[in-house]
């Protein structure tokens, strides 16, 4: 939906034309701007864009006849390599797989192959797969004239392995979570006479198996213009487990949520272009299904009241989307203009569970959502070369969201528990004009200065705020010294503000009043970034960056505060010799922030820090073609640590336990030619990786009276992966 | 220590590294000791003549054969004439390398040379490649963050190959984190979207030859770029939970994080920036306490849905 908007704050603002344009509707604005933008375009036609376009190309002395490059020698036919790879992987703790690409433990297999074919017409095929046989494998095929038409097959697997060492007494029977059938409730989880020996283990991983066919063709209009039409198509399973919670009353369990579900894509695209324009058309369809209708479970805890023995949770409702959108660019003598316009849809109709499982469920407004949700997006981007040495860009997008679902009472029965009245659904809309102007100014053939402004503008609803606006300016000064050496400095502020606050009060539970929610709050943003780097032809590189962001929110008295962000890296590569190179590096980031509380629902009387802190450091050698070029060499080393230091004060300071990761990881490799097309590789990867987290550290699945939790997951393990790979060359 | 003193230090530090590395110089090709803007010049005046070669690429490997990077063109498309559109189906080396002029006489008049070392002025050098590549991928090149950074397309590619390296995934992270190095760090935390080990890419979710939005996205927004691979949260679900339905950015980190599922802040600090109701919301709590706010899934615990619920009795977001 496309409303007039007319916000009291535009015309308190006098920022000339661009706040005029801003204050048109949106429809007319983008059309105001459009013909701004052709207007500049076509008054600034001087030329400042004379590159080396092979369009442009004086071809009034070419004799391209006697052009028989007798020298030329593309390759034809068959080359690449294939290869078969054995190894040993230590999957005792399978987030060691999160480097491997497996957490099978023992001796695992993987074949991967590069592989093409290249006829002398220019017809091409490609085949490669990396790591085929692990979790994390892929292969793809391609086929095709390149430039022409291509078909492209492929298959790619993606793993995320959290736990597999973590134990909970519950079953999974597909939609069901389920307790031995001998399972003797408690009030608390210390009075579950069964817990010890009813542990079970759980595995929280989760793999995806993406499958996709596509292919692109191209062709001339004209000798001048040309078209490309393509489509993509990707099936999707996922499957595995996740952590979650589920409660009766203030009565929580954590489970491993099976999930099983797919996703089928297709992605469609034709485009026009010739020179200095593109013109075309984009389109996508999505549907998500989900294999599990509901998560049901069975309460470890004795009734409170009534027979509240199972719960049940949604889970992720099948859902559609589709996209289609239009653009064009295009320009000349520098100047270049793009427009966009898109429409999405998003929509889901998934039959509703009962609002209780326990008892007679009181009658719902419908049997399903029918939730639709309108995105609309346009998009209007001018850019141009004013002078040889000034070039400005301004750009304007604006974004609407619109949830259309019909907003219903609906009976509320709290934890499968108890009647709580109705309520009505909210429906959550945004509309977002974001303006840019930036320009960029060539002092000298090494220096520039660029400086910009930004608006942003939002306006939601069933908010505590109905509009949000942040202005910005950045000012960015680059040198470069030399060819090899160039520094740049760039420093940014953007202020927050918006409406007046006025906390909702359609809710149960309304807000302290002297709270401001964080992404909604005032906020004064200063960001400033130190570059530099140095790249020599002998080999010698070396950079260095220093970033800092500090976040004021300084209309906040209950809520997110202050949040400061420092961070800094160098890193160093040199290329010694062609067969010899080193490299290293170092990161340090540290991440504060603070906020206040009041226990007495009126200004603060507790606070709360948080010091993150984040280093990283890394070295590596390549040494290739020792042993008379049979053998090549490698090792890398990395590592990381994080740690996060919590402290609330309340009367007394209390710091929370610990909160951390460490790793270690070594790469090493060698590689030795066997012969001529047969080659043997040996991989050792190492991982020595420790975690603790103060909600989980030192507790046990009783610890908390009313959470039957996982216990302490953390993580401590040294994991090794051996392996050996025979290649044969082509 | 405090992080303005910090600030500080580091600054000293890397000033000082800037001024260290001011005294080394280089130099790659024969006019590398000529002022850029007179090579420049050079090539505009050149290239506007037009004087091309005789034999095309057959004159310029009567010098340049030796050399294995300059043959290796012949082993990807563009070395290879029978692949329509290719450079060497049309102007040959000097489709790219510009018209040779008098180069073959001596050497040392400057021909359009590629890379961060090149004289020619990045947007001179990437008019080349986009005279061919210039397809929907990079409608929005133009005034986008890497061309406005005058960032080569050489800084990423090579043609000079069989394969460009970025094409393989292990060294497309590699190549991103050479610049983008707060993003390296990130990757490396505790929580991360898997970039460090490359089941993903940064080209999963960025288009690094510019998109219609701040980040160069592939989608239009932030959450339309996480449905891309969490469907599940597209919904639309009837019980919303607001920062979640206005951007996944208000509570993630997709880079990486020191916290676990690449928050901004951990629970229950995290959710009491927002949710500040009369009763146990409010409330602070202590890290020497054991109980269901501080431990297990934190507010989780009870509110599990936190991505929002298509429960009828969901509002409170516990089913």
């Not at chain 1, 048109?24 to 036609?45: D, E, Q």
Request: one cysteine or more; aromatic letters at 8%; proline letters at 4%.
């Amino acid at each position: 939906m496309v409303q007039t908007i007319h916000p009291a704050s535009y015309s308190r603002d006098n920022k000339g034309m661009i706040m005029q344009i801003m204050n048109i509707s949106t429809p007319r604005a983008c059309f105001s701007l459009t013909l701004l933008a052709w207007a500049i375009s076509g008054v600034l036609n001087t030329a400042h864009a004379e590159g080396y376009e092979i369009q442009k190309a004086n071809r009034s002395g070419v004799k391209s006849d006697s052009w028989s490059c007798k020298q030329c020698q593309p390759k034809t036919g068959r080359q690449g390599n294939a290869s078969a790879t054995l190894a040993y992987n230590d999957g005792e703790d399978s987030r060691f797989g999160n480097r491997t690409g497996t957490d099978k433990d023992g001796l695992v297999g993987a074949v991967g192959a590069d592989m093409q074919y290249q006829a002398e017409s220019g017809y091409h095929t490609r085949l490669e797969a990396d790591k085929l046989g692990f979790d994390t494998g892929s292969a793809k095929l391609t086929t095709g004239q390149p430039g022409h038409y291509q078909i492209q097959l492929g298959y790619k697997g993606l793993a995320n392995y959290q736990y597999n060492q973590l134990k909970s007494p519950y079953l999974t029977d597909n939609d069901k979570m389920l307790l031995p059938e001998n399972w003797v409730e408690g009030a608390t989880t210390q009075s579950m006479p069964l817990l010890q020996s009813s542990l079970i283990e759980q595995d929280l991983s989760i793999t995806r198996d993406r499958f996709n066919l596509g292919g692109y063709y191209a062709g001339h209009i004209s000798s001048s213009s040309r078209y490309k039409a393509s489509v993509n198509y990707q099936h999707e399973n996922r499957s595995g487990a996740k952590k979650t919670s589920a409660n009766i009353l203030t009565n929580s369990v954590m489970l491993a949520h099976p999930i099983d579900d797919s996703t089928d894509e297709i992605n469609a695209r034709v485009y026009f272009g010739g020179a200095g324009w593109q013109a075309g058309i984009n389109s996508q369809i999505s549907q998500y299904k989900n294999d599990h209708q509901a998560l049901l479970w069975q309460s470890a805890y004795t009734p409170t009241f009534g027979a509240t023995y199972f719960g049940q949770n949604a889970v992720a409702p099948d859902n559609k989307a589709y996209r289609i959108a239009a653009e064009a660019s295009g320009g000349q003598n520098g100047h270049n203009i793009l427009m966009h316009a898109g429409i999405s849809n998003m929509s889901q109709d998934e039959a509703f569970l009962p609002a209780t499982i326990n008892g007679p469920s009181p009658v719902l407004p419908t049997g399903n959502l029918d939730a639709q949700v309108d995105i609309l997006d346009m998009v209007l981007k001018y850019s141009g070369r004013i002078t040889q040495d000034l070039s400005v860009q301004a750009s304007y997008n604006y974004q609407d969201r619109e949830n259309k679902t019909a907003q219903l009472d609906f009976p509320q029965v709290v934890t499968d528990s108890f009647h709580q009245g109705a309520e009505q659904n909210r429906l959550y809309d945004k509309r977002s004009k974001q303006f840019d102007l930036k320009g960029k100014y060539r002092l000298t053939p090494s220096a520039y200065a660029e400086a910009g402004y930004s608006r942003d503008e939002v306006i939601y609803s069933e908010l505590d705020r109905q509009s949000v606006d942040e202005s910005g300016l950045f000012a960015k000064l680059s040198y470069r010294y030399s060819p090899a050496w160039s520094a740049w400095l760039k420093g940014e502020t953007l202020d927050r503000n918006g409406s007046e606050y006025d906390p909702v009060t359609s809710t149960q539970s309304p807000s302290n009043p002297w709270l401001r929610k964080s992404y909604l709050a005032d906020r004064k943003r200063q960001k400033v970034t130190l570059h530099t780097d140095y790249q020599s032809d002998i080999g010698l590189s070396v950079g260095a960056s220093l970033h800092s962001i500090d976040d004021d929110y300084d209309h906040t008295l209950v809520g997110l505060t202050q949040v400061s962000y420092l961070g800094y890296d160098v890193s160093a590569q040199y290329l010694i010799s062609d067969n010899l190179s080193v490299n290293a590096y170092l990161n340090q980031d540290w991440h504060d922030s603070d906020q206040a509380g009041s226990n007495r629902f009126s200004t603060p009387d507790w606070y709360s820090t948080s010091e993150e802190k984040s280093t990283l450091i890394g070295a590596g050698i390549a040494y290739q073609n020792l042993l008379d070029n049979r053998l090549d060499l490698g090792l890398d080393y990395s590592y990381s640590d994080g740690q996060s230091d919590t402290e609330v004060t309340y009367g007394i300071n209390s710091p929370y336990g610990d909160y951390y990761s460490r790793k270690h990881n070594i790469n090493a490799y060698a590689k030795y030619k066997l012969a001529d097309s047969m080659s043997l590789r040996f991989d050792w990867l190492f991982e020595k990786y420790q975690d603790a987290n103060w909600q989980n550290q030192n507790t046990t699945w009783d610890t908390v009276p009313n959470v039957l939790s996982f216990g302490d997951i953390s993580h401590d393990y040294n994991a090794h992966y051996l392996g050996l790979t025979l290649s044969y060359q082509m | 220590m405090d992080i303005g003193l910090k600030f500080k230090s580091i600054t000293q530090v890397m000033l000082a590294l800037m001024l260290s590395i001011l005294s080394l110089s280089t130099l790659a090709t024969p006019w590398d000791d000529k002022p850029p803007e007179e090579v420049v010049a050079t090539l505009d005046k050149k290239f506007a003549e037009g004087k091309y070669s005789a034999k095309g690429a057959d004159t310029c490997l009567m010098c340049h054969k030796k050399s294995a990077t300059v043959m290796a063109i012949f082993d990807g498309v563009h070395g290879n004439p029978n692949v329509k559109d290719s450079p060497m189906a049309d102007l040959q080396c000097e489709a790219c390398h510009g018209p040779l002029g008098n180069h073959n006489k001596g050497g040392k008049e400057p021909m359009i040379t590629f890379g961060q070392h090149s004289p020619v002025p990045a947007q001179k050098q990437n008019s080349v490649c986009m005279s061919c590549h210039n397809d929907d991928q990079r409608i929005a090149w133009k005034g986008n963050h890497h061309d406005n950074a005058d960032i080569p397309c050489s800084s990423c590619h090579q043609v000079h190959v069989a394969k460009d390296p970025i094409s393989d995934k292990a060294n497309e992270v590699a190549i991103c984190t050479q610049c983008h190095t707060q993003q390296k760090a990130d990757m490396h935390k505790r929580s991360s979207h898997p970039l460090q080990w490359q089941q993903m890419v940064c080209s999963d979710c960025h288009n690094p030859h510019g998109s219609l939005n701040d980040a160069s996205l592939k989608q239009m927004s932030v959450n339309e770029n996480c449905y891309s691979c969490h469907a599940e949260k597209r919904g639309p679900k009837l019980w919303e939970h607001a920062p979640v339905t206005d951007n996944c950015a208000n509570c993630h980190n997709p880079h990486g994080s020191v916290n676990e599922s690449m928050l901004i802040s951990k629970p229950p600090q995290l959710c009491q920036q927002c949710h500040a109701s009369d009763g146990h919301s409010s409330n602070a709590y202590f890290g020497n306490q054991t109980n269901a706010f501080t431990s297990g899934n934190s507010c989780m615990n009870c509110h599990g849905q936190v991505h929002g619920s298509n429960h009828p009795s969901g509002k409170l977001l516990q089913r």
